[in-house]
């Protein structure tokens, strides 16, 4: 017999961050009945109940989100429910493909850290220990629907540990598609420049660390690619990664233990503390003290960030000094992040590599920010940032799916479709080939992944970028690289139906007349702009 119950629909970052189990659990405390699930928008609950304890409901769920989550609309409904529901249940995802945000990686949370260090637990010291809260997602996925057939974990059967784990949703790991454990381990090898495995697991860190104490080079496979690293209080190792690197004097980014570490390195306050420990764990740069000169040559700065997995952690039980963690890529290039890439362009660099058996299918580089007064401003947005997804219905609503291609220097691309927008991880510099075929795998991998083609192209007005050239059978909309630096600011400061005074300070760019401008000053809104004055 039918009767009355309540209806929740939430559209955000909800699927694949433990929100289920969360609302699960939520309702359990609650003793409501009814279901969860996720369909091609976001999630659904239902619930038998009356409006007070919906609305009681709707305001905990608001109060506890899980920690990845983020809800950009909440709508609850009354609803005629065809029969009594006798309990609450996580049921079948509906049409969950096209939609599905891919989430960006991100750093081990406290749990899991908590975990790793713990005797009595069954993954103490295990670098690849995660749950539903951290680790990776963008590097490993495949393609949609998020789940562990469609990533680099389905060659991993898992044990019945693990799997008991994975099946209950009252644990963090329920449906924690990396997981696994030492039974059913994803396996660390140190190798020779020849391929040789010279050991495997914790004796390949034991190993490590007596390689790195003589000053050696080593690859070191990591989230979305591999580090360069080596002992970064070795003045002549790190002369000689800036020489076989060919890296004269750009700064090289150091990764420590814990924030105990960061200090004996650099200044800093509160908030480049919490920002060092947050579930980002991005570089940040900070004012130095008390580092070699060749660290950073010519600047009081210097770019820290936090270990963010496992494997560090496992590394920093052997190795108790701080490290140099530079990308391992060649100058220009895009990180490498598969074996028989790193032999053939960077054999020359290091002295061995530390490889695992888990493939990375999407590469990311680390983010790197900085406090700006009491903010924090981005220099570079990839891991634990990007990809990245607004939602724009709020602001407004269009119909067509449109690629803006990003600027030819530090490039990162965005996609409109579904009134949201869609931002890549860091790209890199797009003169170089390799940076573009990066730029078009990730594109396809996104098309592919949401079954989506475009109407419109957004590309720079210059008309010597080669990119822009591949895309000439779209309708093409060119934009000055000023005014699009003027319209960014707007938009992040919402700012849609004014005029403003617009001061564009960013190296050069294609004018309006055909040639290089400046430094520029606006009166410019979203729709248009006018150049009153410039440098």
Request: proline content about 3%; aromatic content about 12%; charged content about 25%.
């Amino acid at each position: 017999m039918s009767h009355f119950g309540y209806e929740i629909c939430i559209k955000g970052l909800v699927q694949g961050v433990g929100f289920r189990p969360f609302v699960y659990n939520l309702a359990k405390s609650l003793n409501l009945n009814g279901e969860v699930f996720n369909n091609s928008l976001g999630v659904v609950i239902k619930l038998d109940c009356d409006e007070i304890l919906a609305n009681k409901f709707k305001n905990k769920l608001l109060k506890n989100l899980p920690k990845l989550a983020r809800i950009d609309d909440l709508q609850i409904s009354k609803i005629t429910l065809e029969q009594k529901y006798k309990n609450f249940n996580i049921t079948q995802s509906l049409n969950t493909k096209k939609f599905s945000p891919i989430l960006s990686d991100f750093a081990l949370c406290e749990d899991c850290t908590k975990e790793f260090y713990d005797k009595t637990n069954p993954r103490y010291k295990y670098p690849f220990i995660t749950c539903v809260n951290c680790g990776p997602r963008f590097s490993i996925i495949k393609k949609l629907p998020y789940d562990r057939i469609n990533t680099s974990m389905d060659k991993f059967k898992m044990c019945a540990f693990c799997q008991s784990e994975y099946e209950d949703p009252c644990n963090r790991r329920f449906h924690a598609q990396p997981l696994s454990c030492p039974n059913c381990k994803i396996t660390f090898f140190l190798k020779d420049k020849n391929k040789n495995i010279l050991a495997k697991d914790e004796q390949a860190f034991i190993e490590l660390t007596k390689i790195l104490k003589e000053g050696k080079i080593i690859a070191f496979k990591g989230m979305g690619g591999f580090h360069l690293i080596c002992d970064s209080t070795n003045e002549n190792a790190i002369s000689e990664l800036r020489l076989r690197k060919n890296r004269a004097k750009k700064p090289f980014a150091i990764m420590v233990k814990n924030l105990q570490m960061a200090k004996t390195l650099a200044h800093i306050n509160e908030d480049e503390a919490k920002l060092l420990q947050s579930n980002l764990k991005p570089i940040v740069i900070l004012k130095s003290k008390n580092i070699l000169e060749n660290l950073a040559p010519d600047t009081d700065k210097i770019g820290i960030m936090l270990a963010y997995m496992g494997s560090h952690l496992l590394l920093f039980e052997y190795f108790d000094k701080p490290i140099i963690a530079t990308s391992a890529n060649l100058s220009s290039q895009s990180i490498i992040y598969e074996e028989a890439k790193l032999l053939e362009k960077l054999g020359n660099v290091f002295d061995f590599y530390m490889d695992y058996d888990r493939d990375i299918v999407n590469s990311s580089d680390d983010s790197i920010a900085q406090i700006v007064g009491k903010k924090t401003m981005f220099l570079r947005t990839s891991r634990g940032v990007n990809p990245r997804y607004i939602n724009t219905k709020i602001f407004f609503n269009f119909d067509q799916n449109i690629l803006a291609l990003g600027s030819e220097l530090k490039n990162e691309f965005a996609c409109f479709f579904q009134n949201q927008i869609f931002i890549s991880p860091y790209i890199g510099d797009m003169k170089d080939l390799d940076i573009q075929e990066r730029f078009f795998k990730i594109l396809h991998f996104f098309k592919k992944s949401y079954d989506v083609e475009f109407d419109q192209i957004l590309s720079d007005k210059h008309p010597h970028f080669t990119y822009v050239k591949e895309f000439k059978n779209y309708k093409n909309y060119a934009i000055s690289h000023h005014y699009a630096h003027a319209c960014a600011c707007l938009f992040e400061h919402r700012i849609f139906n004014k005029d403003v005074l617009a001061f564009v300070f960013d190296g050069t760019g294609y004018g309006d007349d055909g040639k290089i401008w400046g430094g520029e000053i606006f009166k410019a809104n979203l729709k248009n702009y006018q150049r009153i004055a410039h440098f």
